[in-house]
């Protein structure tokens, strides 16, 4: 169980965000600002991450979300609120 301090928000990312790196560059960034969950690829050309931190660093990673790594044409981020407890960051297959 999260304890009371953390928020797990649900992120749908879709635009140009595959073959640019958006997943090696967001889990990067999350171990940066301390932030655990995970990201993939989805058959449907998006992104999907689970992130999970203290607010700050849930609304910076949001931030970075919507702009992605170089190369990367962020054209929709949908947020969503979510639980569960994620000990680290990383990177799950494509779904």
């Known amino acids: 169980m ?26 990067r960034k999350a171990r940066e600002l301390g932030v655990t969950g995970w990201v993939r690829n989805r058959r449907d050309g ?19 979300a919507r702009r992605g790594p170089p190369g990367a044409m962020v054209a929709e981020l949908r947020i969503a609120e979510a ?5 680290t960051f ?4 494509t779904e």
């Open 2 to 27: 999260p304890s009371s301090g953390l928020i797990t928000r649900k992120l749908s990312i879709a635009g140009h965000v595959q073959g640019v790196g958006f997943r090696f560059y967001m889990q």
């Open 46 to 64: 998006s992104v999907e991450a689970m992130i999970q931190g203290d607010s700050e660093a849930v609304e910076a990673m949001t931030a970075w």
């Open 83 to 87: 639980t569960g407890g994620y000990p």
């Open 90 to 93: 990383e990177t799950l297959p």
